[in-house]
């Protein structure tokens, strides 16, 4: 059984930095593409992040110049760095991983994390 654990979130002001982290464990064969969401209240989870195994990024204009994804395959781990923080980055911060396991390598899942708040007062 693969399980995403996340951590970091918090309540900060603006213009403050904070870095998430999110760890996959279990029967691992190996981690594909990974990536952060965010959902703020009455808005649909959206895409701020992505990572590819061999390191290519993507993110959302909104972010772009303030959030660094990351990753450590050898901890199968990903980083969210996030700095100069505003207000409506405010939201539950979900990390998603595929990943395939030791019982079937030649298949990729999805697997998300618990969510963790993020909370950014002006």
């Known amino acids: 059984q693969v399980q995403l654990v996340e951590s970091g979130g918090g309540l900060l002001q603006a213009g403050g930095s904070l870095r998430l982290s999110c760890t996959a464990s279990?029967?691992?064969?190996?981690?594909?593409?990974m990536a952060w969401y965010r959902q703020a209240p009455g808005n649909q989870r959206e895409l701020v992040a992505s990572i590819i195994s061999r390191g290519r990024t993507n993110y959302a204009d909104s972010v772009k110049g303030r959030f660094t994804i990351s990753r450590d395959n050898t901890k199968n781990t990903q980083y969210l760095q996030m700095n100069s923080l505003k207000p409506e980055d405010t939201a539950v911060y979900y990390c998603k991983a595929n990943i395939r396991d030791d019982s079937r390598p030649n298949v990729v899942r999805e697997y998300w994390g618990q969510g963790t708040q993020v909370t950014v007062s002006s």
């Open positions: 279990g029967s691992i064969f190996s981690a594909d593409a």
